[in-house]
C-alpha cells in the first residue's frame, strides 16, 4: 500500500509531468514524504537505473492515455510507481498494482 499526502500531489499536477518520490518504507505501507521534481521527456523520463539512495523509493509521473507497456515494465524497476492520468492515480509496487491512499 502506497501513502502520499494529497498537497504533494496538488503540487504534482500544477507544476509538473514527473517527479521522483522519496520516502520511507514503515510495515506494509510505502509512504512518500517529499517529492523531487526533475524536467524529463515523458516516454524516456523513467527508463533510468534507480539512483542509490536509500530515499528515492520511486518516480511519479502523467500522461493522457492510460498507462502503456512501456510502464509495465518500467514499473518493475522501482519500489513505488505511480502514474496520474487525469484525476485518476494508479500505483504499482515493484510492477504490480498497489492501492493509493491520499492522506
Ligand atoms: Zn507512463
Known amino acids: 500500500m502506497i501513502l502520499i499526502p494529497k498537497v504533494l500531489?496538488?503540487?504534482?499536477?500544477?507544476h509538473?509531468?514527473?517527479?521522483?518520490?522519496l520516502g520511507k518504507r514503515v510495515r506494509e505501507y510505502w509512504i512518500?514524504?517529499?517529492l523531487?521534481?526533475?524536467h524529463a521527456e515523458i516516454g524516456k523520463s523513467f527508463r533510468c537505473i534507480p539512483p542509490?539512495?536509500?530515499d528515492v523509493i520511486g518516480v511519479?509521473?502523467?500522461?493522457?492515455?492510460?498507462?502503456?507497456?512501456?510502464?509495465?515494465?518500467a514499473s518493475?524497476?522501482?519500489?513505488?510507481?505511480?502514474?496520474?492520468?487525469?484525476?485518476?492515480?494508479?500505483?504499482f509496487e515493484q510492477g504490480m498494482p498497489s492501492e493509493v491512499i491520499l492522506l
Open 9 to 14: 500531489l496538488d503540487l504534482f499536477d500544477d
Open 16 to 21: 509538473y509531468e514527473c517527479a521522483f518520490l
Open 32 to 34: 512518500v514524504d517529499a
Open 36 to 38: 523531487a521534481f526533475v
Open 52 to 54: 542509490l539512495r536509500h
Open 60 to 73: 511519479i509521473h502523467s500522461h493522457p492515455e492510460e498507462h502503456s507497456g512501456l510502464d509495465k515494465e
Open 76 to 91: 518493475k524497476a522501482w519500489s513505488v510507481y505511480l502514474i496520474k492520468t487525469g484525476r485518476a492515480l494508479r500505483g
